[in-house]
């Protein structure tokens, strides 16, 4: 008699609403855990593009990159004891990379990258634009896989974002802050 396959659940320490505490106990397993108001957003390991544009933008902004200061890949973010976030790629202070933070404040966060997959569509595009927005970050940028790809740099005007500077495939973007660079969102995916 043939059984049916048994699937692993994964038990998560805490309740909800989770803590930035309780976040920090989860099991390292291969998702990006991350917080929303004590809401818990998982994702998956991203794609192979997903990953290699990640790899060709921490590129250009390393070659751009003055002394004393450096993109980083997936850093931890805390924003509050219930917001946490794992961006793709952030510029942070340079000595505090090589301090081996465990997790950084948005004050340190110069830059925060998030490239949209179809798994974080919306946290993309609204929660994080909002969350990284109300954390003082003072410059977001988005890249939309999907549209060729397309840059939507958002820098502060006031006390928040202003509209998006939208930098399609094609043509040459050149961006002042965090620091000047200029590259075509095309070489994201080449």
Same mark, same amino acid.
């Given at each position: 008699?043939?059984?049916e396959?048994?699937?692993?659940?994964?038990?998560?320490p805490?309740?909800p609403? %989770?803590?930035? #505490?309780?976040?920090?106990?989860?099991? +390292?397993?291969?998702?990006?855990?991350?917080?929303?108001?004590? /809401?818990?957003?998982? /994702?998956?390991?991203?794609?192979?593009?997903?990953?290699?544009a990640?790899?060709?933008?921490?590129?250009?902004?390393?070659?751009?990159?003055?002394?004393?200061?450096?993109?980083?890949?997936?850093?931890?973010? &805390?924003? /509050?004891?219930? #917001?946490?976030?794992i961006? +793709?790629?952030?510029?942070?202070? &340079?000595?505090?990379?090589?301090?081996?933070?465990?997790?950084?404040?948005?004050?340190?966060?110069?830059? *925060?990258?998030?490239?949209?997959?179809p798994?974080?569509?919306?946290?993309?595009?609204?929660?994080?634009?909002? *969350?990284?927005?109300? *954390?003082?970050?003072?410059?977001?940028?988005r890249?939309?896989?999907?549209?060729?790809?397309?840059?939507y740099?958002?820098? %502060?005007?006031?006390?928040?974002?202003?509209?998006?500077?939208?930098?399609?495939?094609?043509?040459?973007? /050149?961006?002042?802050?965090?620091?000047?660079?200029?590259f075509?969102?095309?070489?994201?995916?080449?």
């Amino acid at each position: 008699m043939a059984t049916e396959p048994t699937t692993a659940r994964t038990v998560l320490p805490g309740a909800p609403p %989770f803590s930035v #505490d309780d976040l920090l106990k989860f099991p +390292d397993d291969g998702n990006r855990y991350e917080l929303f108001n004590g /809401s818990l957003l998982v /994702s998956p390991a991203p794609n192979s593009l997903h990953q290699l544009a990640a790899t060709l933008i921490t590129d250009i902004l390393l070659r751009a990159a003055p002394p004393d200061l450096i993109p980083l890949a997936t850093i931890n973010l &805390r924003v /509050s004891d219930t #917001d946490y976030y794992i961006p +793709d790629l952030a510029v942070v202070p &340079r000595e505090l990379a090589r301090a081996g933070q465990l997790e950084f404040s948005p004050q340190h966060v110069r830059l *925060a990258v998030e490239l949209v997959s179809p798994s974080t569509k919306t946290r993309d595009r609204a929660t994080k634009l909002e *969350a990284y927005g109300a *954390a003082g970050i003072p410059v977001y940028w988005r890249v939309e896989l999907d549209e060729g790809p397309a840059l939507y740099a958002y820098e %502060f005007e006031g006390d928040s974002y202003g509209r998006a500077a939208v930098h399609k495939a094609g043509r040459s973007a /050149s961006l002042w802050a965090p620091y000047p660079v200029t590259f075509d969102p095309a070489d994201l995916i080449a």
